[in-house]
Every structure is written in C-alpha cells, then in structure tokens.
C-alpha cells in the first residue's frame, strides 16, 4: 500500500454520476446481471458450506423490531407501524446474533438489512437503502478469532465462486487468476492509526475512515486486509472497549482491494449489563427503548465476537463490477425510486 496523501483528489459525491439503474425487465434479462446473480449465488453456498464446518446454525433473523441497531452512521431507520406500536425494519441483526447465543454458541444469518442512507451516498458505487450481510456471530471468541472466522468465509466464498462459476466469471470478464491470487494468501492486519498515517489523515476519535480515503486505500491495496482497533464513538453501544486501552473498540473491518473498500465490520462484544447500559447512554441511546434486550443480557448472555459481511459488496468486488447496484436483483439506490 501506497503513503500518498491524494485521496483528497478523488471525486466527491457531487462530482459522481448518480447510478443510471436500467428498469428491472432490462437489468434481470441482461446476461451480465444472470452472471452476476449466480456468483452471488455461489458465494452464499461457499459461506454456508464454511458455516457448516464450523458447526454454526443458521437461524432466521426477525425483520422487525422495536429497536434495531443505532450503529448506521448516518442512516434513518424505517418506522413500522405494530399495531399502534413504532417497530423498526432490521438496520442490521446485532442485538439478536448477541441474543441468539443463549440458545446457539454459534449462530449467523443471511438476511436483508434496510437503512435510509443519505442522498449524497447515491453516487458512492458502495451504498443502497436495502442489502444483505452474512451475519456471523461465536460465542466465547475474541475479536481475533473473529477476524480469522472472516477470513475462513470470504477465502471459502471465493473459492466456491471460482470453482463453480467459471462461465459467468468469464463472461462477465473477470481476471479469475488474480482473483484466486487474492485469497490464496493471508490477509495483512493494520490498526486504524497506521492507516490515518499512511493516508496523513487527521485522527479523528469519533469517526471510522471516510469512505472516499478508503477508495483510496483499497485501490492501491495488493489484497483484502484488514484495519483493526476503531476509535469509540465510530460505533455502536455493542462494540467491546479494549479493557487496557480505553476508547479504543476491539472492532474491526475488512477492506477489499481494487476501490471496492469495506465490505465486512465486526468486532468482540460487550456483555456486561452495566456497562452495555452506560455505553448506550455515551453513545446517545435511551436504554429503556432496548428493554427486550436488556432483560435478555441482565440475566446473562456469552461474551462474543462476530462480523457482518455485506452481501452485495462482496459480489461487487468478487464479480470486478464498477457498482455495488450491479450485485442486486432488484437494486434500491439511496433516493432512486426503484420496484
Ligand atoms: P456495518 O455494520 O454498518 O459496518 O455494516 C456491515 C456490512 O454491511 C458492511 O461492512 C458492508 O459490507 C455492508 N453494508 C453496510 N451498509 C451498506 C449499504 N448501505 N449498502 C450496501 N452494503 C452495506
Ligand atoms: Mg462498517
């Protein structure tokens, strides 16, 4: 990876082109989007096959709640009306991986996450209003098991994609050489400091990386890595703190190389009651909004580790697609009205 500073000099949402979405007759007939569709396909087998090896159920998460995760950035949450109570659609799953554990020592789910996102994240090639994650989540496992588990998932995924998907791969014209090179070798582990330095980007304790300055750095990546050690304050109240070095969370992300950037975040969790309650009340969240949740972890849940890994930004990267829309059957782009 490069140390220059001119990620500054990448376009800004403004400058990018809105994505032009064909209607859905044109883009599920087009040969590129059938290709496209079933290398997706194989990366979920190769997941599923990974998850079964390792023992994990896969459970059916709900699509509404009355609390979803507060973590998205930016994003609105879509109220449902429950019967005169205010649901929320499923942001991501990470209060019922968490939950799901009382019964599971390792749980995942494929499944769609709905969040508002904002209008600029139109042009960003990575954003829609409605994607999936693999969504993993081990009992018992650290933050640094949980990387390697990721690791497993996507090298499996790929491998599966390359070994069952060789037509749409070259029809779509995938470089399957360099593909298959990218997972045959270990995925490099840097802290987010090291990558503010590298990029000279200011540190900024409340805040991940921007996802242009990760465009930037995921360009010029040799192969998937990973950046570990996020500031608190860049996410959620369920992202553990390292106990040895406070507002330091014990998250992490993985970045695809070639401009794709992030397409997985997890971290160990927190499980301790007291402290769950007084990061929700740092991170802004009223604890007695997440009573279902609450009741659950005061009488115990694991301690844990887990990822979730966006669908959608796996077959981008995996398929060599300009944009993550391209991965979906029915894309809903942030602000373009869509089936
Ligand atoms: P997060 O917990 O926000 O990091 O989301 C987990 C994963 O879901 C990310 O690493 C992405 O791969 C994927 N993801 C999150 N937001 C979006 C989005 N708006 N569009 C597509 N994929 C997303
Ligand atoms: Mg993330």
New binding site residues.
Partial sequence: MTTQQDFRAMPTPAERAVADVPGPREHLTSPRTQAVLKIQQALVAGARELMAAEGAVELFQPLIGPVT?P???G?KQVDVDYYGHQYKLMA?A?LYKQTSLVAFDKVFFIAP?V?L?PLE?SSTH????E?H?IDVEFACASRDDAIALAERVVRQAVRKALATQEDALRLIGRDTAKLSAFVEQPFEVLTHAEVLDRLGHPHDPGTEIGWQAEEFISGRAEAPFFIVDYPKGSR?FYDKEDPERPSTLMSF??IAPESCG????GGERESDYVKIVTRMRETGENPAKYGWYLDVVREGIPGSAG????????TRWVAGLDS?WQASAYPKV?GVVSP
């Fill in positions: 995760d973590g998205a950035r994003a991501s990470i996450n969040r996102e994240t990575r954003h829609l209003a994607f994650q959620g992300d993985l992030e397409i997985c975040s990822f979730g890994i966006g669908l959608e930004r796996l993550v942030p």
